[in-house]
């Protein structure tokens, strides 16, 4: 009796004695709680810090988000969504860590990536082996968290671009453009006009519904991969031109190219080189036959 009544007690102060550690080197926190108080709905900036490279800054403006820095061009909406996803994820287990705590363990002294959503930081270190959740420090609190944020963040500036060729709050009143051709400049232009709500074309050979669908996917076309170009090499570039009116009246002038394995749209204002490939033609030019 008398030695189970040592064992408990020893029991006791062994259980004691950790608790006291635990609460000496971190505050422990409850789990399950919001990594962050600061709501999708007031993020307005977005700064992507790597070691050794360049910021990335995205700017919300109205409704849209807005590259700033390295370059400037409109903000795919789908990957800012992703990076705000760190403002509603929740904590699977939390703590302080004290003032003598080193965070280098954790892959955060100092950090490789942070990353700033207004004046809210977030440092994400390296992923923890069991659970493997990812050790985010943010508001000298340590979180070990589901991410699948990293990653984005180690992408280059122009995987941030919007894929969308066009505005998707201008719609299409007049599109001219090549007939389907591979680099001959001689070609017929088509054009296409929207006409007392129908649309219009000068080859009769395409019907109504044809020319909807070209307008169609002109107006949502979204392409494999965006990248910016210079004004150097957009003046050195040749290729077919596209002329795209808007409702708003407003115009712009696209350069079209062709290689073995894509199709180019340039866009010379916005410095942006958009791809897409090859067998999408198709969807956007009526084919050879029917213009001859």
Known sequence: MKKSYFTNLALLLIIFSLYWFINQESEVITAGKLISSLTVEKANTIRIQRHNR????????????????????????VRINLILNVLTTRSHS??????????????????????????????????????????????????????????????NAASFINNRLLNNENNISKLTLPSVVYQDSHSKAITISLKEGHWTS??????????TTFIENWQNAYAMQV??????????????????????????NLL?????????????????????PLPSTQQFFPMQETVE
């Open 54 to 77: 360049e910021d990335i800054i995205i700017n919300k403006e109205g409704e849209h988000w807005l590259i700033k820095q390295p370059l400037q061009a409109p903000a795919n909406d």
């Open 94 to 155: 939390q703590f302080e860590p004290s003032p003598n705590q080193s965070l280098q363990q954790f892959d955060l002294e100092p950090a490789k990536v942070r990353l700033y959503i207004n004046d809210h930081s977030f440092d994400f270190g390296n992923v923890e082996p069991l659970s493997k959740h990812r050790y985010i420090h943010h508001n000298a609190t340590l979180h070990l968290a589901d991410d699948t944020i990293a990653p984005l963040l180690n992408a």
């Open 256 to 276: 079209l190219q062709f290689d073995n394995h894509s199709m180019s749209v340039i866009n010379p204002n916005a410095q942006l080189q958009y791809q897409f």
């Open 227 to 252: 990248q910016p170009i210079s004004t150097n090499k957009i003046q050195r570039s040749i290729g077919q031109t596209i002329s795209i009116e808007f409702d708003d009246q407003s115009t712009i």
């Open 202 to 211: 000068s080859n009769t050979k395409l019907s109504t519904d044809a020319l």
